[in-house]
Every structure is written in C-alpha cells, then in structure tokens.
C-alpha cells in the first residue's frame, strides 16, 4: 500500500452525463475526505467519512453529488447531469483517528474532471 | 467559520537563498493545528511541516521551518537555501477536529526558483 489511489486519473464527459469516481484510502485509515480543487484555489471541503459513515457534508455538496463509503474501505463520488461548473480536480485524502494523527491528511493524486 | 489567507499569489527566489510565504487565518478556537502542504505541477499534494497551536516552538522539518505567531493569527513558512525541486504550489491549511474535521485552505503561493 503505498499511498491513496484515484481513479480515473482523468475524465471528459458531456455536459449531463452522470460520472464515477474510485478513492483507495491507505489501509489502515478510518477517515476520508473528498475535496474539490478549481484553477487557481486551495481545495474546498466536500465530505467526510469515518469508516462508512458521512459524518459531515459541505454545502457545496449539491444534491447532484452523492458519495459512500460501503465498509469502510474504498469510497466513490457520482456526480449526475454534470454541468461545466462541475470541472475541477477532484481529490481524495485520508487520515488515521485520533486528533492529532487525524488532523494529518494523505492525499491521492486527484481526478481531473472536464465537462464539456 | 475558520478562514485562511495567503497574500502573496506568486513568489521567486534564487537557488539556495531563502524565501518566506506568509499565511493567516481566522478562528475562535484555541486549540487547533496547521499546516503547510506542497503540490507540485500534476503531482499530489504532500504535507511539508505541521504546528499544533498548544506548542510555542515552531515547528522544523530539515530546510522548512515556520513562525506560528499565535496571537496575531499568523503562520508563515521559511524555506532555506531553496533548491529547484521546491517549485510547487504551497497551501496554508487549518484544522480544529472541534466539531468539523475539514482542512480549511488558503488560495496558496506559487512559488519559483530561479537557477
């Protein structure tokens, strides 16, 4: 296991198609995070899991975005009837509990997502 | 709600000088941690050094240090004679743990090196 995974790495879709995408946590972690990165900002927040539970979503979440995390393992993002704004990079991290540990955060290299 | 400034949009430095990027950030809290992170061009996000707010000395980590200046709210990054591999995006981000357990980044600094 060397870090968290995430695919795919890119995706172009059509404007209102539905898109997937896969978040591999390191394996011993219980919390993960997923992230939305535009051109030129820092990530924003989406959601938060602890093992399979959503503990925490961030208005930015629209109720076209969905994500799980079904036993606590991998975690996927949907995205349905996608709209341009929804291009971004989509990043996934994750953390170990604790408040110190957890505090720390392991980032995947993203899905880069272009709707068009 | 926490919020995290970074005014410097673009910074440059020369090969093994020193630069400084400056970050500060807004919260009610006392306890709280906060943290550098690089993301180099198409490459994932790495933590480069972290603080926790209950700890009066900075914190190092090799060529990286900070000065985390808790009463003024500022935590800004130093990195000594700076090599060509540390060009890259540098975010600021905060994190509490105390009732949301979201990282809260800043627009960050681009930062070159010069050879």
């Known amino acids: 296991d060397t870090g968290v995974s995430q695919n795919p790495r890119h995706k172009i879709t059509k404007r209102g198609q539905n898109v997937t995408f896969r978040c591999d946590p390191i394996s011993e972690h219980n919390r993960l995070y997923w992230y939305r990165q535009t051109l030129g900002q820092g990530p924003e927040f ?21 994500a799980e995390r079904p036993k606590g393992s991998f975690s ?12 971004a990079m989509y990043l996934c991290a994750s953390s170990s509990l604790g408040r110190s540990t957890g505090a720390e955060a392991f980032f995947g290299q ?7 | 709600a926490q919020t995290v400034t970074q005014s ?15 970050c500060t950030y807004d919260t009610s809290e006392s306890d709280y941690y906060l943290f550098w992170y690089k993301q180099p061009p198409s ?6 050094i972290r603080q926790e707010a209950y700890k009066q000395q900075n914190a190092t980590e090799n060529r990286f240090s900070v000065n985390f200046q808790k009463a003024a709210k500022s935590f800004s990054l130093k990195i000594s004679d700076s090599q060509l591999g540390d060009a890259a995006m540098y975010f600021c981000a905060y994190y509490s743990g105390a009732g949301s357990y979201q ?13």
Do not use: C, H, W
């Open chain 1, 110 to 116: 993203g899905t880069r997502l272009t709707v068009v």
């Open chain 2, 8 to 22: 410097q949009p673009e910074m440059s430095v020369q090969e093994a000088e020193t630069v400084t990027l400056s």
């Open chain 2, 103 to 115: 990282l809260t980044f800043g627009k960050g600094t681009k930062l070159s090196v010069i050879p």
């Open chain 1, 76 to 87: 996927t993002l949907e995205i349905q009837r996608t709209e341009q704004g929804d291009s």
């Open chain 1, 46 to 66: 989406l959601t938060y899991f602890q093992n399979e539970a959503q503990l925490e979503k961030s208005r930015l979440l629209s109720d076209r975005f969905s």
């Open chain 2, 43 to 48: 490459r994932q996000m790495i933590l480069v």
